[in-house]
């Protein structure tokens, strides 16, 4: 469980990276959909959230 945890702490610093990334871009003006950076830290987000789901289990309600 640990190894897991930690693996979701590392995930969660590289989404703060790319979520400041991203802010910089739109600050910046140029966050959109012809700007293949973007794409990139877009497509590298959702595979960490869906690698942490992975990880993390179903949701419960």
């Given at each position: 469980m640990d190894k897991a945890m930690n693996r979701v702490s590392v995930i969660f610093k590289q989404l703060q990276e790319i979520a400041d990334q991203t802010a910089d871009m739109?600050?910046?003006?140029c966050a959109n959909h012809d700007n293949p950076r973007l794409r990139d830290l877009m497509k590298r987000?959702?595979?960490l959230t869906d690698e942490a789901r992975q990880i993390l289990g179903p949701k419960e309600e």
């Open positions: 739109a600050l910046a003006g987000h959702r595979q």
